[in-house]
């Protein structure tokens, strides 16, 4: 991703993180840690793990990228749910990716938001665009939970015009 000019500092999670710690009375939880990610990864069947790798590094490219990206822009909540599961109708193996790397942290996910909600505090969730997305995403999820999801207005910044 790297290679396609995307920083991981320049993710979503790190701004609210960085905006969280810049406002130092903001309580940050994990829904997952990266012990937890490690975990699940280096638990995968290696011919399996070995495939997906592949299958990753040969998808990764920009225009890829971009789509994901604009179908989030877009809120086209079909068009990036239909993105994320492209290979699991076609094969097994992505099949049983999808479940372990989205669909089951997604289950623990809506588990921790959902008891976060139950509390006294006000709760603000950023998860990947991935898991967001689906019947079996954690809006879904939370929906069916009776919980009232709506899906913010995304404006893209103003172009910034002059020299800095």
Not at 24 to 32: H, I, N
């Amino acid at each position: 991703m790297q290679k396609l000019g995307l920083a991981p500092e320049d993710g979503i999670d790190m701004h609210f993180l960085n905006q969280a710690k810049e406002a130092k009375d903001k309580k940050v939880v994990e829904l997952e840690s990266a012990d937890a990610q490690l975990d699940l990864l280096m638990g995968i069947d290696g011919t399996l793990g070995d495939k997906w790798l592949a299958e990753t590094l040969k998808d990764s490219n920009k225009e890829e990228v971009e789509k994901v990206a604009k179908a989030w822009r877009e809120g086209d909540d079909k068009a990036l749910a239909a993105q994320m599961a492209a290979d699991d109708g076609k094969d097994s193996d992505a099949a049983k990716m999808s479940d372990l790397l989205i669909y089951q942290r997604n289950n623990e996910m809506v588990k921790k938001i959902d008891e976060m909600l139950k509390g006294k505090e006000k709760v603000f969730v950023v998860v990947g665009a991935a898991h967001l997305v689906g019947d079996k995403g954690v809006l879904k999820q939370l929906e069916a939970k009776n919980y009232k999801v709506e899906r913010p207005v995304l404006t893209m910044p103003a172009a910034k015009t002059g020299t800095p």
